[in-house]
């Protein structure tokens, strides 16, 4: 089964912007916006730029090197629907952030 790890604390992540962080061997970006927090796989999925490091908008974040949007909901390409940035589930227990990792194969 899926486990979580803490990748940050609650305050870590400044409202509207996101963060990358290395959690195992994966890159993982984590987003807050209206209080929320999501992960997407940190590296866009059309030429591996950050998106931690990119600018968000509203509910997506843009990626930094060609513009392309990706909802943090889904991860779905808002520019190509069929390119996708995989997504983690996020929760909060207590002061940590911490994402659900796939099962190693």
Known sequence: ??????????GEIPEG????????????AVFR???KYYAL?????????SLGTSSVYDDTVICSRHMW???LSDGTCVDVPT???????VRVEGDE?????????
């Open 83 to 89: 390119l996708k940035a995989e997504t983690f589930e």
């Open 69 to 71: 949007a990706f909802r």
């Open 97 to 105: 952030i911490q994402v659900r990792l796939p099962s190693p194969e």
């Open 33 to 35: 916006v209206d209080g």
């Open 1 to 10: 089964m899926p486990e979580f790890v803490a990748v940050a604390r609650v």
């Open 17 to 28: 912007r996101g963060k990358p962080f290395t959690v195992g061997s994966r890159e993982i």
């Open 41 to 49: 796989d940190d590296y866009c999925p059309h030429m591996g730029a």
